[in-house]
């Protein structure tokens, strides 16, 4: 496949889950594909897969000076960039009462910080009529419980999307946001224990009006719609969820 030959692609976030899948449609439609992600030995697994059109970058977008880093190196593999996917995000679930404050900061400094200074270093390599897509979360217009401070987190992201899709208007950059509902990542098994993992799976299974969860693959379509062939669309949100958030 060559529907993406001669594009060049950053995802942060990329070496597993949603950004993985991503990254692997890219690269398999010829697009060079830069990714993001903390971990050395997740990154190197994702390279194996992905082959000769990927490049790996570790870093944290909570850091400053890691996206400094990250646009740098973007701009000396690719010179302009094509399509940035905002994608790194991390999930934490505690009630309302414990929530820590550290909790709270991490998730903001990764979830809305991170995203956001990620799309402010790259808009000078984003090539005009390029796209961004940030993942935002169905918890964001969903009152889910235990999950108060990231979704807030992912509300943010929401309210960012219009806000930087008006602003970049006038360099023709389109800002869109795909929002997944229960997707099989792995992201429920990474962040709480397996029984607990388990018991939020089958419920979450059981609510969800195609009972069932979606697949990382299932969004990474959306993803590349928004950034390649939406291109009469921008600061929206297209929810990629079973339905949980429309029906």
Do not use: C, H, W
């Not at 060559?2 to 889950?17: A, C, D, H, L, Q």
């Not at 270093?121 to 419980?145: D, I, M, Q, W, Y």
């Not at 990474?220 to 958030?245: C, I, M, N, Q, R």
Request: glycine share 10%; no cysteine.
């Amino acid at each position: 496949m060559t529907e993406y030959e001669g594009k060049n692609v950053v995802i942060t976030g990329g070496s597993s889950g949603v950004g993985f899948a991503t990254a692997k449609l890219f690269a398999g439609g010829g697009a060079r594909v830069l990714i993001t992600g903390r971990t050395q030995a997740t990154l190197d697994a994702a390279l194996e897969q992905l082959g000769d059109n990927a490049v790996a970058v570790r870093g944290d977008v909570a850091s400053l000076s890691d996206v400094d880093a990250l646009a740098d190196r973007a701009q000396a593999e690719f010179g302009l960039v094509d399509v940035l996917f905002v994608n790194a995000g991390v999930t934490r679930a505690a009630p309302f009462e414990s929530m820590s404050e550290r909790v709270y900061d991490d998730l903001f400094a990764i979830n809305a910080k991170g995203a956001y200074f990620t799309v402010q270093k790259f808009v000078p390599l984003l090539r005009e009529g390029g796209g961004v897509v940030l993942t935002t979360s169905v918890a964001n217009v969903k009152g889910l419980p235990m999950v108060g401070a990231y979704a807030a987190s992912k509300a943010a992201l929401r309210s960012m999307t219009r806000s930087l899709a008006r602003e970049l208007l006038p360099r023709r950059i389109r800002v869109n946001a795909v929002s997944p509902g229960p997707i099989d990542s792995g992201i429920l098994e990474k962040s709480m224990p397996k029984d607990a993992a388990d018991q939020t799976r089958a419920q979450m299974t059981a609510n969800n009006p195609m009972l069932r969860f979606g697949d990382s693959a299932e969004v990474a379509k959306a993803v590349a719609f928004l950034a390649f062939d939406a291109t009469y669309t921008t600061g929206a949100e297209l929810p990629v969820d079973g339905g949980a958030s429309q029906l």
